[in-house]
């Protein structure tokens, strides 16, 4: 093996299990901070060492060892500096006393680790975006470089956002555990919204040349799994997986040939993937089983709506219309009405789904949002008011910061122009 297979190797090995080792030293020495740089000393002494006397054949233990070694030097390090020269022997044993038992916490749960470590990357008292880095570098096992070019920011800014998150779960002294009932709905919820914010990136990238952002949905939906392991009677868990599993389903079918995008209604179907589709299915099941109303096993119903149908036209819209009234009713958003304006004009005809957008543009709502004129304007298309949605398609173009969409968008411009013509 060559010296870069290894570090491929090495790579494939820290995205699996850093979180792993990232988390089990949190719990140890109850600084996250500390954890992330005691493994990545592990990592570069793998790095190092590996090239010569080759990958061993348990590399996550390996890699656990290796920090668990560091950190014992680390304890043992700020034992001496704090200690006293006159009673240096004395305090050295008493402060070893305090050190914790790594030989026996590496025999512990790691889930619970696994889960603990959701919960601080996702702790509300950081920022959305901060938490979203954060998530990536300790669970997706990311780059700065990485998260930067898959966000389209600057590395510095990344590099900050992680500096300052870590820093401040240490001043506010986040506890490294599962939050107590009083507040895990809460919690739970910002963690929801953090893997669910890294997956939309990926499947619908908010800026830059590529439309599909694969490898964001991978993480997001690895993260996803995990949890779902981790907290089994949590159906608004398994609805978003449900629900992330079925929408990866289309994502072959998302691109043509140059990977321009190609919307739902006009996808090749036999694309899908009926894997996905069922583990998708099976999730919802189960989030159903345990009683699920929230809005990720809503959504999780309206994509399933999608995936059982063979052809566009056999979609079930009135269905997907109680759906999103539902949703609408426990998640009173602009976009979530937006939808359903959608869903109502596939199922009562664009009159009727106008009407409901135009109430949005009256009440000044998701103005510099550019689904909304690009929604508008295939509803005037519709109604043959091609003059009305060309102007609703250019300001769509104007406003979206993805080159992919963009170019979708002044596509339907010139179909509205020839129709006039």
């Not at 494939?12 to 600084?31: F, Q």
């Not at 054949?57 to 034992?79: C, E, Q, S, V």
């Not at 149908?309 to 009713?329: H, M, S």
């Amino acid at each position: 093996m060559t010296a870069t297979d290894t570090h491929r190797a090495i790579d494939a090995v820290w995205r699996i299990e850093s979180a792993k080792i990232i988390a089990g030293l949190t719990r140890m020495v109850r600084d996250v901070g500390l954890a992330e740089e005691l493994a990545q000393d592990a990592l570069v002494a793998a790095l190092e060492q590996w090239p010569e006397s080759g990958i061993p054949d348990n590399p996550g233990a390996w890699l656990m060892a290796t920090a668990k070694h560091r950190a014992i030097d680390h304890f043992r390090r700020n034992t001496l500096h704090q200690s006293k020269h006159e009673d240096l022997g004395r305090e050295l044993k008493k402060k070893e006393m305090t050190v914790p038992d790594f030989e026996a916490a590496l025999d512990d749960d790691v889930g619970d680790d696994l889960l603990r470590l959701m919960f601080i990357s996702c702790h509300p008292v950081l920022a959305t975006e901060a938490r979203v880095a954060l998530t990536l570098r300790l669970l997706g096992g990311l780059t700065t470089d990485e998260i930067a070019r898959a966000f389209l920011v600057p590395e510095p800014t990344v590099a900050q956002r992680i500096v300052r998150s870590k820093r401040t779960l240490a001043e506010k002294r986040v506890p490294f555990e599962v939050p107590r009932a009083a507040e895990l709905a809460a919690r739970l919820s910002s963690v929801l919204e953090v893997i669910y914010l890294i997956f939309n990136e990926g499947y619908s990238a908010t800026a830059g040349e590529d439309w599909l952002r694969p490898a964001l949905c991978e993480d997001a939906l690895r993260m996803g799994r995990i949890l779902a392991e981790l907290a089994p009677e949590e159906p608004e868990v398994h609805g978003l997986v449900a629900l992330m599993e079925i929408q990866a389903s289309r994502s072959r079918a998302r691109l043509g040939p140059s990977g321009e995008p190609i919307l739902l209604l006009e996808q090749n179907r036999a694309q899908w993937d009926q894997l996905l589709i069922r583990r998708g299915l099976a999730a919802l099941a189960h989030a159903e089983k345990l009683g699920g109303e929230g809005s990720y096993v809503l959504q999780a119903k309206i994509a399933a709506c999608h995936a059982r149908a063979r052809t566009a036209e056999e979609t079930d819209w009135p269905q997907i219309v109680t759906f999103y009234t539902e949703l609408a009713r426990i998640m009173p958003t602009a976009v979530v009405e937006l939808n359903r304006a959608v869903a109502v004009a596939m199922a009562f005809g664009p009159a009727a789904g106008l009407e409901m957008v135009d109430a949005l543009v009256a009440e000044g709502l998701l103005q510099s949002y550019h689904l909304l004129p690009s929604v508008r304007g295939d509803f005037l298309k519709k109604l043959g008011r091609f003059e009305e949605a060309r102007a609703e398609f250019e300001r769509a173009a104007s406003l979206t910061r993805n080159a992919r969409e963009r170019e979708l968008l002044l596509e339907r411009v010139r179909a509205c122009v020839n129709s006039v013509q």
